[in-house]
């Protein structure tokens, strides 16, 4: 079934775990990397509210159009699991993303990112292009913070 759809994107971040997890609750911090790889696209009206059962919403905004991304936490485990729905016009409305956070060496940040449930191939696939995206955005906003 399409909805049994799942991705995996892992990354390394040289910034400590506490400041790559925090990153992802901070509306300003989130804005900075919360983006695609497609020029112009950039994430206005970042709005969080970092409890079990609290809402974020992301408006992607490229030239053409703007892009509604939101969900409700599910887990929020400090410096260590994030975990969300995810709403997006490319997603499934059950569609959850699982963030874990570890660190293999003091001051880095292994970051495991597993998405499941979509519409189809091509759109697991579009997530993971996306998600490699925003992984790398996170790690250059993070060296220059």
């Known amino acids: 079934m399409l ?3 799942e991705l ?3 990354r390394t971040i040289a910034a400590p775990r506490e ?3 925090n990153a992802w609750l901070s509306p300003v911090t989130l804005a900075t990397f919360m983006r695609t790889a497609a020029d112009g696209v950039e994430a ?3 709005t969080t509210d970092p409890v079990k059962g609290g809402r974020f919403m992301i408006v992607m905004v490229t030239p053409e159009r703007e892009i509604p991304h939101s969900g409700t936490y599910l887990d929020i485990t400090p410096f260590s699991r994030l975990s969300f729905t995810w709403e ?3 997603s499934l409305d059950d569609s959850v993303v699982t963030i874990d956070f570890a660190e293999p060496f003091p001051g ?3 970051i495991t990112l597993k998405q499941v449930k979509f519409r189809s191939e091509q ?3 579009g997530h993971i292009g996306g998600w490699t995206a925003i992984l790398g955005y996170l790690d250059g906003s993070l060296m220059t913070a």
């Open 108 to 110: 880095q940040t292994e």
């Open 44 to 46: 206005r009206n970042v």
């Open 123 to 125: 759109a697991r696939d």
């Open 88 to 90: 997006s016009p490319h």
């Open 3 to 5: 909805n049994e759809l």
């Open 19 to 21: 400041v790559v997890f």
């Open 8 to 10: 995996t994107v892992t």
